[in-house]
């Protein structure tokens, strides 16, 4: 079935440093790969999304890159800061439906530590 | 532009016990979404709703689970008899149209099964 690993589970770093978090997914037919972060007591937030067509996708200190043959997509945020502190969700489309619908990744717990 | 607003926040029910959540969409989103999220987990698609119809329920636990969204505007879960293994975070989003189109999520209702 369709299938989205992320990794790490969890990151630590440096205020300042760079973190990069990665996904894999299953289903070739996926075109669609957002990225979500989640405050505690809140919502999912959308942080950035790559299409298929897309290799890259740059927007500020965030940053995501597709790579349609491995079927893997990766989240690079440079300068991290205290408030990059949260869990990041990858996810994948399930293409072959064609209805939105969104298959997630099992998450990964960012801490900045200033 | 509000956003996604569900209600309850929080519940605490017994096991065997009947519960029901509500969500109204952002203002003229057709589709909505209802996911389940077991803590430490990412979210798992239950039900999709175009307008009052429903596209995907194959992950929705018939026997218990059921949703809907009679006049295309907000919706309610519902679960009946609650188990143990219903404990998780109630998550509801909506888009505008559907496929790959941004989905905005609610702040989640946490539920308690005891």
């Known amino acids: 079935g369709e299938n989205v690993e992320q990794h790490p589970s969890t990151l630590s770093v440096q205020e300042g440093d760079s973190a990069v978090i990665k996904c894999t997914y299953s289903?070739?037919?996926?075109?669609?790969f957002p990225w979500y972060k989640q405050e505690l007591g809140k919502g999912p937030q959308l942080i950035i999304d790559?299409?298929?067509?897309?290799g890259e996708k740059k927007d500020q200190r965030i940053a995501v890159t597709l790579n349609k043959t491995a079927k893997h997509f990766s989240l690079h945020i440079t300068e991290t800061q205290p408030e990059d502190s949260a869990v990041y969700f990858c996810?994948?489309?399930?293409?072959?439906?064609?209805?939105?619908?969104?298959?997630f990744g099992q998450g990964t717990t960012l801490q900045v530590k200033p | 532009e509000a956003g996604v607003a569900q209600s309850p926040r929080y519940k605490i029910i017994e096991k065997r016990q009947s519960v029901a959540f509500w969500c109204n969409p952002i203002s003229g989103h057709a589709t909505l979404y209802w996911y389940q999220q077991i803590l430490g987990q990412g979210p798992k698609l239950l039900i999709q709703?175009?307008?009052?119809?429903?596209?995907?329920d194959s992950q929705l636990p018939k026997d218990r689970f059921s949703a809907e969204r009679l006049k295309g505007v907000d919706s309610t879960l519902k679960i009946q008899p609650a188990k143990l293994e219903d404990s998780a975070v109630y998550l509801c989003?909506?888009?505008?149209?559907?496929?790959?189109?941004?989905?905005?999520f609610g702040p989640g209702t946490r539920l308690t099964v005891l």
């Open positions: 790559i299409r298929s067509n897309v």
């Open positions: 989003a909506s888009t505008s149209m559907g496929a790959t189109d941004t989905q905005y």
């Open positions: 996810a994948a489309s399930a293409g072959s439906s064609n209805t939105g619908k969104l298959i």
């Open positions: 289903d070739s037919a996926s075109n669609y």
């Open positions: 709703f175009q307008n009052n119809g429903v596209v995907d």
